[in-house]
């Protein structure tokens, strides 16, 4: 059994990562360190890092990193695991490429790791980015990565910690899943793009919290990348009650905030929406 089968704790600090990953694995993953260092030394005890933290360069090259889940000696996991371990905090990795049963298509996987270093579980995004926003450039992910199936809750410090990645965020659905397996944070590493985070990306984070009555924490990618692509940034922590309570600024970084689990509860009891379900 790892350590993150633990009693239920009362309080959890958590960190949403900003970063402004590139091309060059190697120099992503020191920033990584750096910045969980950061935040583990601030007292966080779970870091969520953002949608492609470790590869952030052209879509066609993905696969060339590609990892399989649970290689404990892949580059990517081997430093994921180590940071762990040596600052004793609990990871969750954004998305990464694994390896799937297309070579050319690899998942966009969030890796869960305890403090200990152990894997705890994997989620492969859902709903891939196809879209067209014109002027402001297009996007065809499914071109590049195959797409996954199943909805997971991790079981983290005591708490359910349900994942999604970026695009996800869209559909309500899943997070009404997540929330009836047990979710009581849902995790959202993300490079929204900067068209439309600047529109959607409060809004919908404070819905998915609002309306499933739980504590998001949302990292974000920030900044410019390889092909052109800019990413709007504001990784933040929200409660129950939709209220930021954390959010970082235009750098790298990271918002760090408290879940508190009798003010979860107390939402869930004064407004009972989630019991009140009819469809």
Same mark, same amino acid.
Not at 23 to 29: F, K, M, P
Not at 244 to 264: C, I, K, N, P, Y
């Given at each position: ?109 969030? =890796?869960?790791? *305890?403090?200990?270093?152990?894997? $705890? /579980? @994997?989620?492969?995004?859902?709903? !891939?980015?196809?879209?067209?926003? +014109? ?87 920030w900044g410019r990348h390889p092909e052109g692509r800019a990413?709007?940034?504001? =990784?933040?922590? *929200?409660?129950?009650?939709?209220? $930021? /309570? @954390?959010?970082?600024?235009?750098? !790298?970084?990271?918002?760090?905030? +408290? ?21």
């Amino acid at each position: 059994m790892t350590s993150s089968a633990q009693d239920a704790k009362a309080t959890l600090s958590v960190a949403a990562l900003q970063l402004s990953s590139q091309e060059a694995v190697s120099e992503n993953l020191e920033r990584v360190d750096t910045l969980v260092t950061a935040a583990a030394r601030a007292g966080a005890e779970l870091c969520v890092l953002p949608e492609n933290f470790a590869y952030m360069g052209p879509e066609a090259g993905k696969h060339q990193v590609a990892e399989r889940v649970g290689d404990a000696d892949a580059p990517i996991q081997a430093a994921l695991r180590r940071i762990a371990a040596r600052e004793r905090v609990a990871i969750v990795a954004g998305g990464f490429p694994e390896r799937s049963a297309d070579p050319e298509r690899p998942f966009n996987t969030s =890796a869960c790791f *305890a403090a200990d270093g152990e894997l $705890v /579980t @994997a989620y492969r995004k859902i709903h !891939l980015f196809d879209v067209d926003l +014109r002027s402001h450039g297009s996007q065809c992910e499914s071109r590049n990565t195959s797409g996954g199936r199943e909805v997971v809750v991790a079981r983290l410090l005591g708490f359910g910690v349900g994942l999604s990645i970026c695009y996800d965020l869209r559909f309500p659905e899943l997070y009404r899943a997540l929330v009836d397996q047990g979710a009581e944070i849902l995790t959202v590493p993300a490079a929204f793009t900067l068209y439309t985070g600047k529109d959607h990306w409060h809004v919908l984070l404070r819905a998915r919290a609002i309306e499933a009555q739980c504590y998001v924490v949302a990292a974000a990618q920030w900044g410019r990348h390889p092909e052109g692509r800019a990413t709007f940034g504001h =990784a933040l922590i *929200a409660d129950p009650w939709g209220t $930021v /309570t @954390a959010e970082a600024s235009d750098q !790298l970084g990271f918002a760090l905030g +408290r879940v508190e689990r009798e003010f979860l509860h107390e939402i869930r009891t004064r407004v009972p929406s989630l019991a009140h379900r009819r469809l």
